[in-house]
């Protein structure tokens, strides 16, 4: 197996020499083979262990079994204890996901400190077909009959290329030994249960399994090239980055260029699945619903608007957005991703009004000033027009979308609205023939 491991590496990652190693070690057979194999290249390599404390004594012996490898082949090693059911309460995770997150966290942690350049774990062909496996039985799309990736990110798996048995093997003709686990052998666990009780009987029913499994998982990645070459021309039509008014990060999707699709829901789907979307029948449903209608996860919200799907990032609740005052009457003030800036201007030859700016008579101002979003029932009497009007009326009449409102921040001198601010000036604050002072309000990118 070294000859055909040491062509694998020449072939696919020949990048990795030279390179400082680090390599994900249980002390069970996997990732002991792993570690024997790249030290016979004369690869340069570290370990690290860790301790989950889930095991009592097994655990404790695996750290110091690791730590006695590491002797042996004058490697550097690195052991780290965690709390995991303790975090797992915390976190409100499962033992599985907590051990996950804390392991992975410390590994990007050690690489950075040591500046080591890729991390390597032991997963193999056996462990690619059972995540396959599990994940047809939970549901899921292309990406997760995919398989383990070979290389993600700073993740190196070089073992997928062979099997279980091929691993084993190599280990017992090389006289190296390794920790058994003895929870590996229970069936509680669903990735145990597919292990002992259903491969085998794949296996029985095809010899080649993992043979036949390898050229489905090279099929498949074919297939989700040629859907990712299609999603990149679709974006081009159906993804619109968002114009001035729109939160950052904002996306515009173009209902009437996702209606002309073949099967919409697939390709919203392919668009969305990184937003931690799941309801996907009701974000096909908005393709037809009123304005107004939306869809959420646990980061993301999808909203109707007129001819656009609106995709963003979930806002803060009512709870948590902020307030701001304006103390004296000269002063900038910082509010996220602008500054309003107010001046005192002596000369009546003013500068038109813009978007950005406008003028105000100083004197109906009374301090402190409030900044702070709008709320149902606000309403202001508009620049130019008689009567009051609510703000929920002006937006309507306006086109400004659901989206847009939540940025839109407002001045106010006590419970008045001077200025909707990028927007309208309150007729009651214009400049008029008898001002004596005048302020200038500014927002300044």
């Excluded at 790249?38 to 404390?53: D, E, G, K, V």
């Excluded at 392991?103 to 080591?116: A, I, P, V």
């Excluded at 989700?224 to 999603?231: A, G, L």
């Excluded at 608007?305 to 979930?314: A, F, I, K, M, P």
Aim: aromatic residues 8%; charged residues 30%; positive net charge.
């Amino acid at each position: 197996m070294l000859t055909q491991f040491s062509e694998h590496i020449n072939i696919h990652f020949s990048f990795l020499k030279d390179k400082k190693l680090l390599i994900a070690i249980s002390g069970g057979l996997d990732s002991v083979a792993l570690t024997h194999l790249f030290n016979q290249l004369n690869f340069s390599i570290s370990l690290a262990h860790c301790n989950f404390r889930l095991r009592g004594k097994d655990a404790d012996q695996d750290e110091v079994f690791v730590k006695q490898l590491a002797e042996q082949l004058q490697v550097p090693v690195f052991t780290r204890s965690f709390e995991t059911e303790i975090v797992a309460k915390q976190k409100k995770l499962s033992i599985q996901l907590t051990a996950r997150k804390l392991r992975y966290d410390w590994f990007d942690e050690l690489t950075k400190k040591h500046k080591l350049d890729y991390l390597l774990t032991a997963h193999h062909a056996d462990d690619n077909l059972e995540t396959f496996l599990i994940n047809t039985i939970r549901g899921t799309g292309l990406d997760g009959l995919t398989g383990i990736p070979e290389k993600n990110k700073n993740i190196i798996r070089p073992l997928l290329l062979f099997s279980r048995e091929q691993i084993e093997n190599y280990a017992k003709e090389n006289n190296i030994a390794w920790q058994e686990d003895s929870t590996n052998a229970e069936t509680k666990y669903l990735r145990n249960k597919i292990r002992h009780e259903v491969i085998p009987i794949l296996k029985e029913l095809n010899p080649s399994l993992l043979t036949s499994f390898g050229q489905t998982i090279e099929n498949l990645k074919g297939s989700r090239q040629i859907i990712d070459d299609r999603i990149t021309r679709v974006k081009k039509t159906a993804v619109i980055p968002a114009p001035d008014g729109y939160r950052e990060g904002i996306q515009k999707l173009s209902i009437e260029n996702l209606k002309k699709l073949n099967n919409p829901k697939a390709y919203l789907y392919e668009l969305l699945k990184n937003c931690g979307f799941t309801e996907w029948n009701d974000i096909t449903n908005l393709l037809e619903a009123q304005s107004g209608k939306q869809a959420l996860s646990k980061t993301h919200r999808l909203v109707k608007d007129r001819d656009y799907l609106l995709l963003s990032d979930l806002l803060p609740t009512k709870t948590e957005e902020k307030a701001y005052r304006i103390k004296k009457k000269d002063e900038d003030l910082e509010i996220e991703d602008f500054k309003l800036k107010l001046s005192s201007v002596k000369t009546r030859n003013l500068k038109p009004e813009t978007q950005n700016t406008t003028y105000v008579d100083k004197d109906k101002l009374k301090f402190p000033l409030n900044v702070r979003k709008w709320k149902n029932g606000d309403y202001f009497y508009p620049f130019g027009m008689q009567g009051k009007k609510k703000l929920s009326k002006f937006f309507k009449d306006e086109k400004i979308s659901l989206l847009q409102k939540e940025k839109i921040w407002l001045l106010c001198s006590e419970n008045q609205i001077v200025w909707i601010i990028g927007r309208r000036l309150d007729d009651r604050y214009k400049i008029k023939d008898t001002t004596k002072n005048i302020l200038k309000i500014e927002i300044i990118k």
